[in-house]
């Protein structure tokens, strides 16, 4: 059985400061990167969220949903006692004016500042890494948001990337605060299916052979059958996942989508190796078909999954024009206004 899986390119930004501490903590990273953290406790369970510094309460917040990898939020390296700050994410928060603050909530497990080489996934990232806990982390952070750092709330967006993007439109189902939602390269239809199709993409570029893509489908559906037979272990597979974590997403997301009133705006890409660009166009075919218009549909041309674009003069880097067009349509869309209660 094949499996068509790509790591993702990753924003990894990086300052250094001279400190004279041993042991670096998180409030450094913070304060190098002007963020703070909250965290919520929850049926002594922590939620952990960070959230752009401001200096009056903003309106409105922007939430970022990071894609699949268990990557850490901060991190940060020590070289002849200078110390290396890291994020992990991109520069997003910068196109954002006072009227907007920006969140990300780290993966479970993943929280705290961590020294770079030495970064390993914990046991409880594996435990909670399915959509119903992914959820309830971002409902939560967003509810205690508004309540404590925002003034009037006027707009609540919420976008994602890949995974992410899933974990988004779950959350824009149930949480009715919500009043923009950025889809941006997620799966269209279930996993097993897209990864069904990747091997025949694959068949018809002649890269493999037509019985070895049914060979390989053949085999991924078994898997399937086999991840239902234990639908809650936690159990690592080779993939770096378990069955707890792939039945939670069992749903298509074109399910969640579709049941949502509030504006989306998905983003694909025509170079996707993550995402097939094939199962993207039926997202607008079955808005038209239930005669709804809050879809806005757009596609990067020439772009892989993280937005980049190969030219003969070298990579062209998409990201961060599709995030300004994003944010200029939340400000053109109609949407209702936030209840605070």
């Known amino acids: 059985m094949k499996v068509f899986f790509t790591c993702l390119s990753i924003f990894i930004f990086s300052i250094s400061v001279a400190q004279k501490k041993d042991t670096p903590n998180i409030n450094d990273a913070l304060e190098v990167f002007d963020f ?29 949903i990071q894609g699949t990898d268990p990557n850490p939020i901060f991190s940060y390296s020590i070289n002849k006692n200078e110390i290396t700050y890291y994020r992990w994410f991109g520069d997003d928060h910068k196109n954002l004016d006072s009227k907007y603050t920006y969140a990300i909530i780290p993966k479970p497990g993943m929280e705290g500042l961590y020294k770079d080489g030495e970064i390993k996934v914990p046991k409880s990232y594996y435990k909670n890494n399915y959509l119903d806990y992914r959820m309830k982390q971002i409902d939560l952070s967003i509810n205690h948001i508004i309540e404590n750092h925002l003034n009037k709330t006027e707009k609540i967006i919420v976008y994602g990337h890949s995974e992410g993007a899933v974990i988004g439109a779950a959350l824009a189902a149930k949480n009715k605060k919500i009043t923009h939602l950025g889809f941006w390269s ?4 279930n996993n097993f299916y897209e990864f069904s199709l990747f091997n025949r993409i694959k068949a018809l570029e002649g890269k493999i052979s ?86 806005t549909f757009e596609v990067c041309i020439g772009c892989n999954h993280s937005y980049h674009e190969e030219t ?14 994003f944010i200029e349509w939340t400000k053109e869309t109609r949407y209702q206004t936030v209840n605070n209660d």
């Open 36 to 64: 703070i953290q909250e965290q919520i406790i929850e049926n002594n369970d922590t939620i952990t969220y960070f959230l752009k510094s401001y200096k009056e309460k903003p309106t409105n917040l922007v939430v970022f």
């Open 186 to 189: 997620g799966n269209v239809l």
């Open 210 to 295: 037509d019985k070895e893509a049914h060979q390989n489908i053949v085999g991924i559906l078994e898997w399937y059958k086999e991840i239902l037979k234990n639908p809650n272990s936690t159990e690592i597979d080779h993939f770096g996942f378990t069955n707890k974590r792939w039945t939670n997403y069992e749903k298509a997301p074109i399910d969640y989508l579709t049941q949502i009133d509030i504006p989306i705006y998905a983003l694909f890409a025509t170079e996707d190796e993550s995402t097939p660009i094939e199962t993207a166009y039926l997202l607008p075919i079955k808005f038209i078909e239930k005669r709804k218009e809050n879809l």
């Open 312 to 325: 003969k003069d070298g990579q062209i880097t998409h990201w961060n024009r599709e995030f300004l067009k």
